[in-house]
């Protein structure tokens, strides 16, 4: 299930909109072809010659399918996971908040979520001068959230229960 969960994270990379996340799907599937776990599964072959991004991203959402629960793969859950990635790249200096602020942009524009606008906003206004305080205590609470959260439903609980 651990290789499962590598293609989730390469897969929410590609469909939150990261840069070259597709080559990371490829080298998933050309993992699991060399150790030849899959038994001929058709779906990771032609993943792994895959080179472009969308035909990557229904493959792996179609092997996704079978081996994770359907609520991990629903928008605001991927969502979720995106920002978690953004949250560790911000944590980790490899991104500003400069960069941070576009990422949010383009997730806006792909998944529709409150806790994402809202969160943009704040970040929106954090690059523009304002105060920072507001994006960083909102960003580090819905890392948290989504940290402990394996989907979209237990976000919200989590976020219900404070």
Same mark, same amino acid.
């Given at each position: 299930?651990?290789?499962?969960?590598?293609?989730?994270?390469?897969?929410?990379?590609? &469909?939150?909109?990261?840069?070259?996340?597709?080559?990371?799907?490829?080298?998933? &599937?050309?993992?699991?072809?060399?150790?030849?776990?899959?038994?001929?599964?058709?779906?990771?072959?032609?993943?792994?010659?895959?080179?472009?991004?969308?035909?990557?991203?229904?493959? @792996?959402?179609?092997?996704?399918?079978?081996?994770?629960?359907?609520?991990?793969?629903?928008?605001?859950?991927?969502?979720?996971?995106?920002?978690?990635?953004?949250?560790?790249?911000?944590?980790?200096?490899?991104?500003?908040?400069?960069?941070?602020?576009?990422?949010?942009?383009?997730?806006?524009?792909?998944?529709?979520?409150?806790?994402?606008? @809202?969160?943009?906003?704040?970040?929106?206004? @954090?690059? @523009?001068?304002?105060?920072?305080?507001?994006?960083?205590?909102?960003?580090?609470?819905?890392?948290?959230?989504?940290?402990?959260?394996?989907?979209?439903?237990?976000?919200?609980?989590?976020?219900?229960?404070?």
């Amino acid at each position: 299930m651990r290789m499962i969960e590598q293609l989730l994270k390469h897969y929410c990379r590609l &469909a939150g909109g990261w840069r070259d996340a597709h080559e990371d799907c490829i080298e998933w &599937a050309v993992q699991r072809l060399r150790e030849d776990t899959d038994r001929g599964d058709l779906d990771i072959a032609l993943l792994a010659g895959e080179s472009t991004a969308e035909p990557v991203q229904t493959l @792996a959402r179609s092997i996704l399918a079978r081996h994770v629960d359907a609520s991990r793969l629903d928008d605001e859950s991927i969502a979720g996971q995106c920002l978690l990635e953004l949250h560790r790249e911000y944590r980790a200096g490899t991104v500003d908040i400069e960069a941070v602020d576009r990422r949010l942009m383009s997730l806006n524009r792909r998944f529709d979520a409150l806790w994402l606008v @809202a969160l943009g906003l704040d970040c929106e206004r @954090a690059t @523009a001068g304002g105060p920072a305080d507001a994006f960083e205590r909102g960003f580090e609470r819905l890392a948290r959230l989504w940290g402990r959260s394996r989907d979209a439903d237990e976000f919200h609980a989590h976020a219900d229960t404070g």
